[in-house]
């Protein structure tokens, strides 16, 4: 059998009529993604019309690409340029390459990563990088296949607890002690009032 055409299209003005509608077809991708990690469709609608992706977009530092197969969008990359800000040299990061399930192994990932390298040496760009889940086996193997290497262990943090552990003295074990109070106390100081 052979392969399907693939047509990679960029993403260009999120404004223009060509834009808007393209960002129906992205938008419409990283949803069956989400859906696809685990996110209710409901949540994950909601999560697309918060307005966050259109905005991403519309930056000057990202670029997306949408691939379509028989005129059907099945896939999607978006870039952005120096991700850190610290790099003086060029650096293009892949923050997102998905193709739905029904459209894989048709060459779809090759043709989304053939424009994203075609980008990132007009942008004169000597690496690119992209940041995966350590738990995410598929990815992690998808990305060593094409060459990628681990060079950096990125970890984090909440706010919350590096808070706690730069606070001298502090003793998580009394905090969490009141913690426990106030949430034991709020529910008996509602019943009384009412």
């Known amino acids: 059998m052979a392969r399907a055409q693939v047509e ?3 993403v260009d003005d999120v404004r223009s009529v060509d834009g808007q509608s393209m960002l129906r077809e992205v938008s419409s991708l990283w949803m069956t993604q989400r859906v696809d990690q685990g996110m209710s469709p409901e949540a994950a609608t909601r999560a697309a019309a918060d307005g966050r992706l259109r905005e991403a977009l519309g930056r000057a530092d990202v670029r997306a690409w949408v691939a379509r197969v028989d ?19 060029p650096e293009v990061a892949i923050d997102q390459i998905f193709v739905d399930r029904r459209a894989r192994r048709h060459g779809v990932a090759r043709a989304l990563l053939t424009t994203v390298v075609a980008h990132a ?17 598929e990815a992690n193997r998808f990305f060593a296949r094409w060459g990628f290497s681990s060079v950096v262990v990125r970890r984090v943090v909440s706010t919350s607890v590096l808070r706690r552990r730069l606070t001298p003295g502090a003793r998580p074990e009394l905090l969490d002690a009141i913690r426990r109070r106030r949430h034991t106390a709020a529910p008996a100081l509602q019943h009384e009032s009412a």
């Open 121 to 137: 040496e007009r942008r004169g760009s000597e690496v690119i990088v992209s940041n995966v889940p350590a738990q995410s086996r």
């Open 8 to 10: 990679v299209v960029a």
């Open 71 to 89: 005129g059907t969008a099945v896939g999607y990359a978006i870039t952005s340029e120096n991700p850190f800000g610290l790099s003086t040299q």
